[in-house]
């Protein structure tokens, strides 16, 4: 079976010589929901642009450095390919910020997921044909936001705002659904929701999904594989709940600021985190 995301000895340098990213190998399979964490700077958003094909990946060397999704070229040995365009649609983006456009009404937002499958004269005019328009109502009813339809996005909570992102690559029909960093803006209640309906829609419409989280407990409770970077390199990849506090202050030695950060909130809330915290070597 042909991978949702297939990633190659990809390596990226930036400016002198650091390395973002470095020779990541990475398969996805259709259906996989799959949590991507990491430290802050740790090159998350920099392996989802370039599977996005927005940024090529260094040329020079001996990495042959390809992208394909869905079995399609995203780019090969640092050139970007030509169906690129084509390849993105099938990819659905959640972004921190939400993405949407403020003053225009949730329905509109949720309608621009069709806009790559309609001709040009009709999203001038944002003719959407009644099937997008009834895809969108059932995609906003599924998210639990369809009361908000006809208000503007901008009025409503980053909550809601995320769901209605989310309702766009229903309506866009993403088979790929990547989520960079979804829920860093938002309180626990709004977060687990969120995490909640991705999880629905891997689940039931076997949509692949990855996620890029900076807590490890959502990853465990949410995903069932974990792939963790650090400085570049893929540390960890497997199963989300063979992570503990032990083996993220390993993969993180040398940097337990970052592995606590990484355990988060799972570790605010146990009576017993100190202990944990200390046998994790944290404190
Ligand atoms: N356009 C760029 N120019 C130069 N350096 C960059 C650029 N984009 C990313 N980097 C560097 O690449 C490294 C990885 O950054 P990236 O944003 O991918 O990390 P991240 O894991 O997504 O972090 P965060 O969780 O803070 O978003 C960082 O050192 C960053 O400074």
Not at 59 to 73: A, C, E, F, Q
Not at 76 to 84: A, F, H, L, N, W
Not at 105 to 131: C, D, E, H, I
Not at 214 to 226: E, G, K, L, N, S
Request: charged share 25%; net charge positive.
């Amino acid at each position: 079976m042909v991978a949702a995301i297939e990633v190659r000895q990809l390596t990226k340098t930036f400016g002198a010589g650091r390395k973002a990213l470095d020779a990541v190998d990475l398969t996805i399979e259709k259906g996989e929901m799959v949590a991507l964490i990491g430290a802050s700077g740790s090159g998350k958003s920099t392996l989802m642009r370039h599977v996005a094909g927005l940024v090529a990946a260094d040329r020079k060397g001996t990495h042959d450095g390809s992208i394909l999704v869905n079995g399609r070229p995203v780019q090969d040995k640092g050139r970007i390919g030509r169906e690129v365009r084509d390849i993105r649609s099938e990819i659905g983006f959640v972004f921190q910020q939400f993405g949407l456009v403020n003053r225009m009404s949730v329905l509109t937002n949720t309608l621009a997921g069709a806009l790559g499958r309609l001709p040009q004269w009709r999203t001038l005019f944002k003719l959407f044909p009644r099937a997008d328009r009834d895809l969108a109502m059932a995609a906003l009813a599924r998210v639990g936001v369809a009361d908000w339809a006809y208000e503007r996005a901008g009025t409503l909570s980053g909550g809601q705002q995320q769901r209605v992102a989310i309702a766009r690559t229903l309506v866009q029909k993403a088979p790929v659904v990547m989520a960079d960093e979804p829920i860093a803006s938002l309180d626990p209640t709004a977060s687990r929701n969120v995490m909640e309906i991705l999880q629905r829609i891997n689940r039931e419409d076997g949509i692949t999904v990855v996620v890029t989280l900076h807590q490890v407990d959502y990853a465990v409770r949410y995903c069932p594989r974990t792939v963790a970077l650090r400085r570049g390199r893929i540390v960890y990849d497997g199963p989300s709940a063979e992570l503990t506090p032990q083996l993220l202050g390993e993969l993180y030695a040398g940097d337990q600021e970052a592995a606590a950060a990484l355990w988060g909130t799972a570790m605010q809330d146990g009576a017993d985190s100190l202990e944990m915290k200390l046998a994790a070597g944290l404190v």
